[in-house]
């Protein structure tokens, strides 16, 4: 029997928690807007099917036959734009540099490799730092030409992984992961920054200081920009030791980018702090805010599939730019001078951020 | 006391929605004396407080604080102020002394100064041996002075204390108090809320609030002397049946009771208040003994909260 369960009460009970959230605005608007923007959101955006990679181009044969091979693969619409490059080696380099996904090397000995049909007329090198292009290129591979009929032993392409031929998971996601660890926490940490000092009382006494609101929200995620280098390096570290991440790119040029993306992600943390009004407010936007960077940085699905419009929304996200980096560096051993695209848009998040943060903060109660 | 004023106040106001919070204030309160507000829980001490301070901001009229115009220049101000808040805000979870280094360093204390003056606070407010313990593990009185020591670490003109002894035993109260007199002496302007009539007493000068409103000020010798009523002092057994027996009467402003006894305010028109009283209760055939008796800050406290007294 289950002794003492009065219906009146678990109705009081059910009662008051309602109300509270009504009195809850944030949370009541929640309720809503979490499903249907995160429905619409990610049923639009997400998409396997990746679309318009950009390629480059060596064509060494220069044929009719070989211009129509490149012709039937734009055809294929999973490469759109094309550039022309000069050796297989600058293709390599276009890739590391993350400015083409895919490189089209079509040999000089093409024809007779058309005529014989004995081995693949030409090679895709395929940039698999990202495995959904891989999967991409994939779908190339038996492209017919006029002349030569693709089997399972005998391809159009040579599939040429670039950077982990092994195609172990580890190396396409533990790099991404740093990035995706960080986010989480770094915001989490400074959503409650503010938010706990204002509940518990602490921030009556602190705003009738002389302290300055830009001096608060410095010295609030200072700490924390340490503590992201630290959990940066333990990430790395595990990956090496458990995975055998091979760290390609320089390690100093790394750290320089984590300089870049901690501060940028803490001043997201910040803001949130600034406008939630209790912790739980500050925990509900910080994973609301989360999950599209999780989504749509290009860390789960790719980046490429999604419509222009929330690829251009989610260029917004510190973390699309630092997984750009982290995958650039470490596994295609990229030099951040090339990648300088992908630091300023976090400097320029950090810095309106910080704007933002300190313009919201105010040093009154009303 | 100098003749300049520390806090001078005209019809400050203050509204959340359409709550009075206070309502049309007007204060003068001189340098180096401890001023009180005195008024039950939402009178609007803490509003008027937060308004001083340049926290809230004020929806009418203005106030100058140390002669700066707290609206224009808030943060001049606070450079010279310490508030001690009503609810506890140092942090829990650092010890007393980290509170105390914070606090120093976020006023930019020299290391030198903040470290001697703690030493010397922690002295005088005998925490010296909890100075490692935390500031949520303390007690009430413990967490009180350390408060107090936050506050007055940065030496600050004027000092803002609301209801600093309300979580504390009378002992640790009379100690606050002879801190505080030790802090005037030094030049120091306090001004602090209270209900504790007791303590109200000790204040150089006092505003009684009520609703938001200024109802009495002055010292409080002043307005307990200026009390346009007759106070008499009843003893008996039946306290009850008489306040109830002697409200009915339109000459007793009000009967409160004070302990066992009861203080009936009597209108002061009337000449032998003692006869009429027990005319009164005659019918009943309750025993009495009365007297009249110089009326105390409670008379005061009930005759304003009436808004019977001279303006
Ligand atoms: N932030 C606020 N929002 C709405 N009403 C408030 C707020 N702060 C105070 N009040 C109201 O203003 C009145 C005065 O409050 P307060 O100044 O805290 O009184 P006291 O300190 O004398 O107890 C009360 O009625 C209180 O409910
Ligand atoms: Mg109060």
Redesign the interface.
């Known amino acids: 029997m289950i002794s003492g369960v009065s219906i009146s009460r678990v109705w009081a009970i059910a009662v008051k928690e309602v109300r509270h959230l009504r009195r809850d605005r944030l949370t009541g608007g929640m309720i809503a807007g979490i499903p249907v923007v995160m429905t619409i959101l990610f049923g639009y955006a997400i998409n396997n099917d990746v679309r318009g990679l950009s390629a480059g181009v060596v064509d060494e044969a220069n044929t009719s036959a070989s211009r129509q091979l490149i012709a039937a693969t734009r055809a294929s619409q999973v490469v759109d734009r094309l550039s022309a490059a000069d050796s297989p080696w600058e293709l390599e380099q276009l890739l590391a540099n993350n400015e083409i996904s895919i490189g089209i090397h079509i040999p000089a000995d093409f024809e007779r490799r058309l005529a014989l049909g004995q081995r693949p007329l030409a090679q895709l090198l395929v940039d698999d730092s990202d495995p959904i292009i891989l999967g991409a290129a994939r779908g190339l591979v038996n492209l017919s030409v006029a002349g030569f009929q693709p089997t399972e032993s005998l391809t159009t392409f040579e599939l040429l992984p670039m950077f982990n031929p092994e195609r172990r998971s580890a190396v396409f996601i533990v790099p991404g992961l740093c990035g995706v660890i960080l986010t989480l926490t770094m915001v989490l940490f400074t959503s409650i920054a503010i938010v706990k000092e204002r509940e518990r009382g602490n921030l009556e006494l602190l705003i009738t200081t002389p302290v300055t609101s830009l001096e608060l929200m410095v010295g609030k995620i200072a700490p924390y920009i340490v503590i992201g280098y630290i959990q940066v390096t333990l990430i790395l570290l595990l990956g090496v030791w458990l995975f055998d991440l091979p760290l390609r790119g320089s390690m100093v040029e790394l750290y320089l980018a984590v300089g870049f993306f901690v501060p940028s992600v803490l001043t997201l943390g910040l803001i949130i702090s600034t406008i939630a009004t209790t912790q739980f407010q500050a925990f509900q936007l910080t994973f609301v805010t989360f999950l599209p960077q999780l989504l749509l940085s290009g860390f789960m699905f790719p980046f490429e599939g999604m419509p222009k419009a929330v690829q251009y929304f989610a260029e917004i996200f510190p973390l699309t730019h630092f997984l750009r980096i982290v995958r650039g560096i470490v596994i295609r051993d990229a030099h951040l001078a090339a990648l300088t695209d992908e630091l300023w848009p976090l400097l320029l998040f950090f810095v309106t951020g910080m704007i933002f943060a300190t313009l919201r903060f105010s040093k009154r109660l009303d | 006391m100098t003749g300049n004023l520390a806090i001078s106040a005209t019809n400050l106001t203050r509204k959340f929605g359409n709550i009075l919070a206070v309502d049309h204030l007007n204060l003068e309160i001189p340098e180096a004396c401890i001023f009180g507000f005195l008024g039950p829980n939402g009178c609007g001490k803490s509003t008027t407080i937060?308004m001083l301070?340049?926290?809230?901001?004020a929806t009418e009229g203005e106030a100058t604080v140390l002669g700066i115009d707290v609206a224009r220049h808030?943060?001049v101000l606070?450079?010279r102020?310490?508030?001690m808040?009503q609810?506890?805000?140092?942090?829990?979870d650092l010890t007393a002394l980290e509170n105390l280094r914070f606090?120093g360093d976020?006023?930019?204390l020299d290391r030198q100064t903040r470290d001697d003056r703690i030493a010397l606070l922690l002295e005088r407010f005998e925490l010296e041996a909890l100075s490692n313990q935390l500031a949520g593990t303390m007690s009430g009185g413990q967490r009180q002075r350390l408060a107090l020591m936050?506050?007055t670490l940065h030496e600050p003109d004027l000092l803002f204390l609301d209801e600093p002894t309300s979580a504390v035993d009378p002992e640790s109260r009379r100690q606050f108090w002879e801190f505080l007199f030790d802090m005037v002496d030094t030049g120091t302007t306090i001004l602090v809320t209270t209900h504790f009539m007791d303590e109200a007493e000790r204040c150089h000068g006092l505003a009684i609030l009520d609703k938001g409103a200024l109802a009495a000020s002055g010292s409080p010798r002043q307005m307990k002397e200026s009390l346009p009523i007759t106070v008499i002092e009843i003893e008996s057994g039946h306290s009850r049946a008489v306040r109830d027996l002697l409200l009915l009467n339109s000459k007793v402003v009000d009967v409160a009771q004070i302990g066992t006894l009861l203080h009936a305010l009597v209108d002061p028109g009337e000449a032998e208040p003692i006869r009429h009283l027990q005319r009164l209760l005659r019918q009943s055939g309750i025993k009495t003994e009365m007297k009249v008796v110089v009326p105390n800050l409670e008379d005061v406290f009930v005759m304003a909260t009436h808004g019977l007294m001279p303006a």
């Open positions: 937060r301070c340049g926290l809230l901001t808030p943060e606070k450079r102020i310490g508030y808040t609810r506890f805000s140092l942090y829990d606090m976020i006023y930019r936050a506050v």
